[in-house]
């Protein structure tokens, strides 16, 4: 069964404006934790940013922010104030608290025009 | 700061093969994963590693494949007998703790591997 779905497969933002990318995910676990990752062209992995499931704040890293809405299991990234170097794959995964492994999303393409 | 490392970047190998990819995970990480991902697809977890001893697997994650620690700093992932399909990037991520606010898994930059 699908656990993450981003179903943004590309997008375009204006280089300094924001841009929301949708995750959804499905678990029956209370806990768990949610993860996003940038991927440039280049091929790595990046963390960006976690959101545990009973954080009561919504979780910032910089420039990164994830609006957590747990009743709607959703957890968008907001990237503000885009930059050129933005342009990369984002990934959205989750952990469910019993797992070892992140289970990943399809992933958005974002690419910043200036 | 502190960075999980992968080598080679490449491997290039007949089907049949055996390979190894290395990685190197974070100093004071104890829980230690590979994943894998074909080309133009996501990202797919096939084993964790702790205390020695595999934590996890995907079905994946057959006889085909074998992970060690082999010293304290070194973990590897053996491919038996490459085939086609294996061509893929391996990513190694390690992470402090499973559970937590250190549950965060790091990656390295992958191993692209293509099998001819």
């Known amino acids: 069964a699908q656990k993450i779905t981003q179903t943004q497969p590309g997008m375009f933002v204006q280089e300094k404006e924001a841009v929301t990318l949708d995750c959804t995910y499905d678990?029956?676990?209370?806990?768990?934790?949610l993860f996003w990752y940038k991927q440039p062209s280049s091929g790595e992995m990046i963390f960006l940013i976690y959101q545990g499931s009973y954080d009561e704040q919504n979780a910032t890293e910089g420039r990164y922010s994830l609006n957590f809405q747990k009743a709607r299991k959703s957890a968008n990234l907001v990237i503000s104030a885009s930059q050129l170097g933005d342009s990369a794959m984002y990934f959205c995964a989750m952990r469910d608290t019993n797992d070892y492994k992140l289970s990943f999303g399809a992933g958005t393409t974002v690419t910043v025009r200036a | 700061e502190p960075e999980v490392t992968q080598t080679p970047s490449h491997q290039v190998t007949q089907m049949g093969q055996e390979v190894i990819l290395r990685c190197v995970p974070i100093?004071?990480?104890?829980?230690f994963y590979w994943y894998r991902q074909i080309l133009g697809q996501k990202v797919e977890f096939l084993v964790s590693f702790y205390n020695n001893e595999i934590s996890e697997k995907s079905e994946i994650f057959d006889d085909q494949f074998s992970v060690e620690r082999p010293d304290g700093s070194n973990f590897t992932l053996k491919i038996r007998s490459t085939k086609l399909e294996d061509s893929a990037m391996y990513f190694c991520?390690?992470?402090?703790?499973?559970?937590?606010?250190?549950?965060?898994?790091?990656f390295g930059a992958g191993t692209r591997l293509s099998v001819l």
């Open positions: 100093s004071n990480h104890l829980y």
């Open positions: 991520a390690s992470s402090e703790e499973r559970d937590g606010a250190k549950n965060i898994q790091y």
């Open positions: 678990t029956s676990d209370q806990s768990y934790g």
